[in-house]
C-alpha cells in the first residue's frame, strides 16, 4: 500500500473536523462572542497582554507546541504497527487535541487570561489547585531540562545547523520592531527571514568553516579541557547559553522577539509540511510496516499508546501554552477557533507525516521488524524519521546533505520555542504562586524568571544516564508521558465543569476527558506499582515517590472534580465575565 493513502484520509478527516465539528464547537459549545472584550485589551501592558493578528498569533501557537514531540512520539508509537498511532493520531486530533487546546484558550480569555492551574481554585478548590500546580511545575521543569539538552545536542552532533538558527534571532528582532513600531507588514519579512535562514543552511552544509562546533574551538573531539572531555565541556557551554537565551527570551515584550520569531517558524513549519508531503506523492513509497505487530508483546499498546503519543493526539503542555501565552495576546475572540483547533490541526499533519516517513522508510517488513526489535530500541525513531524525512524531501531535489541541515535547524527552532515558552509559562506560574502565599520576593519578572531558570540549569546538570552530561532532566523524563496526559485530562475536566456551569453541552469535553484519563491512570499505575516499585526489583526510588505522589494527586483531583460535577448547583462561583 502507497504511503499516499494514509496521507489522504488523515486530510479528509481533519478538513470535515475542522470544517464542521471545530464549528459547532465554536458557535454551540463555547459560543464565541466577537464583542468579548478580551484579555489582551483589557490589560494591555505592551509585554505580555499584547493584540495580536490571528495569524501572527496562530504562528506562535504552533510553533509553541509543535516542538520535536509530534515527531518522537509516533515515531516510537509505529512499534505496535501503523494503524493503532494512524488511528489515535487523526481520531485524537478531531475529537480531543482540538477541543482540548480551544477549549483552554476559551476558559482562560473568559478568565482575565489566568492559566488552567490557577482556574482550578475557582473550579474544584484551593487544595486541588495546589495539587494540580505541582504536577504543571513538574512538567515544564522536565520540558526545560529535557528540550535544553536536546538542543545542545543536536547543535553537537549537526555543527552546520548553528549559524541558521542563531541568525534568525536578529532577524526576528528587526521585524519585531519593523511591526510594532512602524506598523509594517510580517508576512514577507518573515519569508525573506526564513529564505535568509534556509541560505545560511545551505552554505553552510557545503562549507566546512561556517559549521560552527564547539569542540574544535577545545581541541578537537577526543581531547580534555578543565577535566571533562570536549564533547561534555560542549555540552556544559551550549546549555549555558541556552539558559542565557531563554532567560533574555522570556522576559522581553512578546513582540520583540516571541512573536516575530514564531511567526518565521511557522513558516518554516509549513515549508517543510509541504516539501514533505509534496515528496511523499511525487516518491509515492511503500508502507513496509506491519500494520499491526504481533511481536510487539514486551509492553502493551493498550494502555502505553496513548501516553507515547501526546503532541500530535492530545498534550497536556498545549493547554498551559494557550492559557499561559496565546490568551494574553488574543485580538477577537472569535479568533479561538483560528489560532486554538487548527493549531492542533496543523501538529495533526506534522504527526501524520512523522507515521508516514518511519513507516516507508524500510525496505521491507523484516527490516523494520530488525529495527524495532522491542520498545526500547523504538526510542531510535526519531533517527529514523530524520532519514526517512530525508527520503522525502529528495523527491522535490533536495540533496540529502541540506535536507539534514534543514531538518535539523527545524528541530531545533521548534524547541527553542517550546523551551523559552515553557520558561515564560513557569515564571508567570511561580509569580501566581508568590502572589497567593503572600511571598512577595518571588513575584517580579525578573525574580520569577531567575527562580524557573536555575532550577531548570540544576535538574539539566545532575548526574544523568548513559547521554553524559547535560542530561539530568532524562531522570525524571520517563514521568513526561503521563504527567503530559494527567494534565489534558484534568484541562478537560475543568473545561466540562465550567461549561455545565455555564448551561453549554459538556459532553464534546467530558467524553475525551473520561477516555484519556482512564488510559493515563491505568498506564501511571503499570509503570509506577510494576515497573518502578522496589517490590518489582526496581532501584529507581526517585520514579517511584515522584510518579506515586503525582498519581496519588491525580487521583485527588479527579475525584474532587466528579464530586463538583455532581453537585453543580452549591458551585456557582464562577461565570462569565463581563
Not at 69 to 96: D, E, H, N, R, S
Not at 438 to 453: C, G, P, W
Request: proline letters at 4%.
Amino acid at each position: 500500500m502507497s504511503g499516499i493513502y494514509l496521507a489522504l484520509i488523515g486530510f479528509i478527516v481533519f478538513f470535515i473536523g475542522y470544517r464542521f465539528y471545530s464549528k459547532y464547537i465554536a458557535e454551540k459549545v463555547y459560543k464565541l462572542d466577537p464583542n468579548y472584550k478580551t484579555p489582551a485589551h483589557e490589560f494591555k501592558d505592551g509585554v505580555d497582554f499584547v493584540p495580536t493578528n490571528k495569524f501572527v498569533l496562530w504562528g506562535h501557537h504552533f510553533t509553541s507546541v509543535a516542538g520535536a514531540a509530534p515527531i518522537v512520539g509516533p515515531a516510537i508509537a509505529v512499534y505496535w504497527g501503523w494503524l493503532p498511532a494512524f488511528l489515535w493520531v487523526i481520531l485524537g486530533t478531531v475529537f480531543a487535541a482540538g477541543v482540548h487546546d480551544s477549549g483552554t484558550l476559551f476558559l482562560s480569555v473568559r478568565n482575565k487570561g489566568q492559566s488552567v492551574g490557577t482556574l482550578a481554585n475557582k473550579l474544584i478548590g484551593q487544595r486541588a489547585k495546589i495539587l494540580f500546580l505541582f504536577i504543571i511545575l513538574l512538567l515544564v521543569l522536565m520540558v526545560n531540562a529535557v528540550f535544553a539538552w536536546v538542543i545542545a545536542n543536536l547543535f553537537i552532533n549537526n555543527p552546520s545547523s548553528v549559524l541558521p538558527v542563531f541568525i534568525q534571532i536578529p532577524l526576528a528582532i528587526w521585524i519585531g520592531y519593523h511591526v510594532y513600531k512602524r506598523s509594517g507588514s510580517m508576512l514577507l519579512p518573515s519569508l525573506a527571514a526564513l529564505a535568509v535562514m534556509y541560505g545560511t543552511a545551505i552554505l553552510t552544509s557545503y562549507v566546512p568553516a561556517l559549521q560552527i562546533d564547539v569542540r574544535e574551538y577545545l581541541g578537537g573531539e577526543g581531547a580534555t579541557a578543565l577535566g571533562l572531555d570536549t564533547t561534555s565541556l560542549a555540552f556544559l557551554i551550549w546549555i549555558v547559553i541556552l539558559m542565557v537565551y531563554v532567560y533574555i527570551a522570556s522576559t522581553l515584550p512578546v513582540w520583540k522577539l516571541l512573536q516575530p520569531r514564531d511567526f518565521i517558524n511557522s513558516h518554516q513549519l509549513i515549508l517543510g509540511l509541504l516539501i514533505l508531503y509534496l515528496g511523499l506523492f511525487i516518491t509515492s513509497p511503500e508502507v513496509t510496516a506491519p500494520m499491526t505487530n504481533a511481536a510487539a508483546t514486551d509492553t502493551p499498546w493498550f494502555p502505553i499508546l496513548f501516553i507515547t503519543v501526546a503532541c500530535g493526539a492530545i498534550s497536556g503542555f498545549h493547554g498551559l501554552v494557550s492559557s499561559g501565552t496565546t490568551s494574553k495576546q488574543l485580538n477577537n475572540e472569535k479568533d479561538v477557533r483560528f489560532v486554538g483547533y487548527l493549531g492542533s490541526i496543523g501538529e495533526g499533519l506534522l504527526a501524520l507525516i512523522a507515521i508516514i516517513a518511519v513507516v516507508t522508510f524500510f525496505d521491507s517488513e523484516s527490516a523494520f521488524l530488525g529495527f524495532y526489535s522491542d520498545y526500547n530500541a523504538a526510542g531510535g525513531g526519531l533517527n529514523v524519521f530524520v532519514d526517512g524525512a530525508a527520503v522525502l524531501a529528495s523527491g522535490v531535489g533536495i540533496p540529502a546533505s541540506v535536507a539534514a541541515t534543514i531538518v535539523a535547524v527545524i528541530i531545533v527552532s521548534f524547541a527553542a520555542t517550546t523551551l523559552d515558552s515553557s520558561v515564560r509559562l513557569m515564571r508567570y506560574i511561580i509569580a501566581e504562586l508568590g502572589m497567593e502565599y503572600k511571598v512577595k520576593s518571588i513575584t517580579t519578572k525578573h525574580a520569577a524568571t531567575t527562580l524557573a531558570v536555575v532550577s531548570s540549569t540544576i535538574l539539566v546538570l545532575l548526574p544523568g544516564d548513559s547521554r553524559g552530561l547535560g542530561s539530568g532532566g532524562y531522570l525524571l523524563w520517563p514521568l513526561f508521558g503521563t504527567s503530559n496526559q494527567l494534565l489534558a485530562g484534568i484541562s478537560l475536566l475543568l473545561l466540562a465543569i465550567y461549561l455545565g456551569r455555564n448551561g453549554r453541552n459538556i459532553l464534546p469535553a467530558l467524553i475525551p476527558m473520561a477516555f484519556l484519563m482512564v488510559m493515563t491512570l491505568y498506564a501511571m499505575y503499570l509503570q509506577v506499582f510494576t515497573q518502578w516499585a522496589p517490590w518489582a526489583g526496581s532501584t529507581d526510588w526517585l520514579l517511584f515517590i515522584l510518579g506515586a505522589i503525582v498519581f496519588v494527586f491525580a487521583i485527588w483531583i479527579v475525584l474532587t472534580s466528579i464530586s463538583v460535577l455532581r453537585d453543580e448547583k452549591k458551585n456557582n462561583d464562577l461565570k462569565d465575565v463581563g
